[in-house]
Antibody
Framework: QLQLQESGPGLVKPSETLSVTCNVS??????????WGWIRQSPGKGLEWIGS???????TYRPSLRSRVTISIDTSNNQFSLRLKSVTSADTAVYFC????????????WGQGTMVTVSA | QSALTQPASVSGSPGQSITISCTGS?????????VSWYQQSPGKVPKVLIH???QRPSGVSDRFSGSKSDNSASLTISGLQAEDEADYYC?????????FGGGTKLTVL
């Protein structure tokens, strides 16, 4: 059974870089049938798509975050990561990693999410 | 890349049907048949209900159905049940990225 598990710092200071990693078990990041992505949800707010990565490292990003975000993939260790630089309080959110199918374009598996708070 | 527009809230009584709209533009919903819908119950991760506008994944109740017309997509829930009370989000492809709707809170009266 596929499992996605996020790990993150919990607390990040303003202007610093947020880094979150998703460890994948029960499946392979080399599987060409899926994209791997990040979605966030600010407290009490809606879902926001951040970006995704394919097994070959090709990425797509939300335009408004493109200048600050990097998503990378490590197929050898079966994990992928999100880096968001120059954070502000507006980046405080639960960060979910997720799997999206290539065919059918649905997000079919989600991690439980990790809360990241931006505060001095 | 503004969020797709959804009503903030809808409500209905058990047994009734409700429809949640998701309005985008010719750059996303209007051009691509890549609209999916997700249910998020309190404290839970989202669960996919519909993909590719009107396709239901295996295991999802046939009480959930999707459609699209021009720049708007819709999710219809028939035979409302108490367990349907949750937040619902649409997600659409916008050419080079994906965008969620703002979310709709469904209250079962």
């Amino acid at each position: 059974q596929l499992q996605l598990q996020e790990s993150g710092p919990g607390l990040v200071k303003p202007s610093e870089t947020l880094s979150v990693t998703c460890n994948v078990s029960g499946g392979s990041l080399r599987d060409t049938n899926y994209y791997w992505g990040w979605i966030r949800q600010s407290p009490g707010k809606g879902l926001e798509w951040i970006g995704s990565v394919y097994y070959n490292g090709k990425t797509t990003y939300r335009p408004s975050l493109r200048s600050r975000v990097t998503i990378s993939i490590d197929t050898s260790n079966n994990q992928f990561s999100l880096r968001l630089k120059s954070v502000t309080s507006a980046d405080t959110a639960v960060y979910f990693c997720a799997r999206r199918t290539v065919v059918g374009a649905r997000i079919d598996f989600w991690g439980q999410g990790t809360m990241v708070t931006v505060s001095a | 890349q503004s969020a797709l527009t959804q009503p903030a809230s809808v409500s209905g009584s058990p047994g009734q049907s409700i429809t949640i709209s998701c309005t985008g533009s010719s750059s996303d919903v209007g051009t691509f048949n890549l609209v999916s819908w997700y249910q998020q119950s309190p404290g839970k991760v989202p669960k996919v209900l519909i993909h590719d506008v009107n396709q239901r994944p295996s295991g999802v109740s046939d009480r959930f159905s999707g459609s699209k017309s021009d720049n708007s997509a819709s999710l219809t829930i028939s035979g409302l049940q108490a367990e349907d009370e949750a937040d619902y989000y649409c997600l659409a492809y916008a050419g080079s990225y994906w965008v969620f709707g703002g979310g709709t809170k469904l209250t079962v009266l």
